[in-house]
């Protein structure tokens, strides 16, 4: 802990659990990869996998090489899958014996070759799992071309195909229509494949919604990010979406530094955007956008203290928040402020704070900032 008293609280339990939740519901074949890149949605990558890793978790994926090499270095043994595409120049890290440790996207013949070279090198076959663009236009080959190109693939002999795999573009719209045409697509090359005898061990698709409706979409791997933190992954559209029993598990903190009464028309922060309609008490939270708290929060947002809600008042600058607590009796200096969380018998919900900002659940999480101190409630035992 800092001596600011600023700090994001992680609960790994939590994630276990929502990692054994999504476990329940897939089919018994079917394995869970744990997404956790982005420093595992700003909770801290290190400490969830090993979370994970507690719960047996078969496999992770993360966005990048540098991510996949904090986690080895960090003693994590699971497979790891990097989600995102490296670059065909693994000079800087050619040679390493972390590279075969790792499985790698592979969706063009530049890095197969680059990965061939370093197999080689190295005297041990790399695993990989080509992306296939089935609807996204984003990484991947396209599905019409795909079945030639993987059959290309098996010049690479140093290289083991072991997964293929895509990803849903429209997920989070009430009409599943070109989601269904997506899993179409897949299904129609994964029986090709099957027909040139070229099946893959992991063929994967779906992220957190798609475990939740639709079971069509979960292959024999799924890939869930944000469900595993305890975030319900739908916009509001589908609000009427049966809930299903999720455990958030970010809390994010902070202490009043100080306080003090202000007189009826005083204007509060930068720009005077508040302005106060009665003499209350104004106390002042170590916390601003430099931590990720957005500005655009300001005048919006309420925070939990002693139980009660409280408006943030004026503009949230870089280190600072204002919060209007006259309504709230025996405030004083030190006590315990919720920002994201729960308090007594109030919550506000990630999801909450993000509607407010106007952002997206992942944005918010993946923006609080390094200068806020996570600090990790204890996870399940391995007996668990
Ligand atoms: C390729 C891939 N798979 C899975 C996920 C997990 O998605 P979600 O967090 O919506 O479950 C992501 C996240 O963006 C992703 O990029």
């Keep these: 802990m800092t001596l600011r008293p600023t700090w994001a609280e992680v609960n790994l339990e939590a994630i276990q659990r929502n990692f054994l939740w999504v ?4 089919a018994a074949d079917t394995s869970v990869m744990g997404v956790i890149k982005a420093d595992g949605y700003g909770h801290g990558a290190i400490e969830v996998a090993k979370a994970l890793e507690q ?7 993360v ?7 904090e ?3 960090a003693g994590i043994q699971t497979p790891i899958l990097i989600l995102g595409s490296v670059l ?3 000079h800087p890290i050619s ?3 972390l590279l075969p440790t790792f499985t790698f996207t592979v969706c063009t013949l530049d890095v197969a070759k680059i990965l061939q070279q370093e197999a080689r090198k190295q005297q041990c076959p790399i695993r990989i799992h080509i992306k296939v663009d089935t609807g996204m236009g984003r990484l991947g080959v396209w599905y019409e071309q795909a079945a030639k190109w993987i059959k290309d693939m098996a010049q690479f002999d140093s290289l083991q195909l072991e997964g293929i795999y895509t990803h849903f573009a429209n997920m989070d719209e009430r009409d599943i229509h070109s989601t ?3 899993i179409g697509r897949f299904s129609w090359l994964l029986e090709t494949l099957e027909v040139q005898e070229m099946p893959t061990r992991y063929r994967h698709a779906a992220n957190s919604l798609a475990v939740i409706r639709l079971p069509a979409s979960h292959f024999n791997m799924v890939r869930p990010g944000i469900m595993l933190y305890g975030v319900w992954p739908a916009s509001e559209d589908l609000s009427d979406l049966e809930q299903v029993p999720l455990s958030p598990a970010f809390s994010l903190k902070s202490r009043i530094v100080f306080l003090k009464h202000t007189p009826e028309g005083r204007h509060l922060g930068y720009g005077g955007t508040y302005t106060t309609q009665r003499s209350t008490r104004i106390a002042t939270l170590p916390i601003g956008y430099g931590d990720g708290y957005p500005v655009a929060l300001s005048n919006k947002a309420k925070v939990l203290l002693r139980g009660v809600q409280a408006p943030v008042v004026g503009k949230v600058s870089m280190d600072q928040t204002l919060i209007d607590v006259g309504h709230i009796s025996g405030v004083q200096v030190g006590d315990e402020v919720v920002l994201i969380g729960s308090q007594g018998e109030q919550q506000i919900s990630i999801e909450d704070v993000s509607r407010w900002a106007g952002r997206i659940p992942y944005e918010f999480l993946c923006g609080i900032t390094q200068r806020v101190p996570r600090v990790y409630c204890p996870s399940l035992t391995p007996a668990y």
């Design 95 to 97: 040679g390493d014996p």
């Design 55 to 61: 719960v047996e978790v078969p496999y992770l994926g």
């Design 23 to 26: 476990k329940s519901v897939v």
């Design 88 to 90: 065909p120049d693994l």
């Design 63 to 69: 966005s990048s090489l540098d991510e996949a090499i």
């Design 180 to 182: 269904l045409e997506q």
């Design 71 to 73: 986690l080895r270095q």
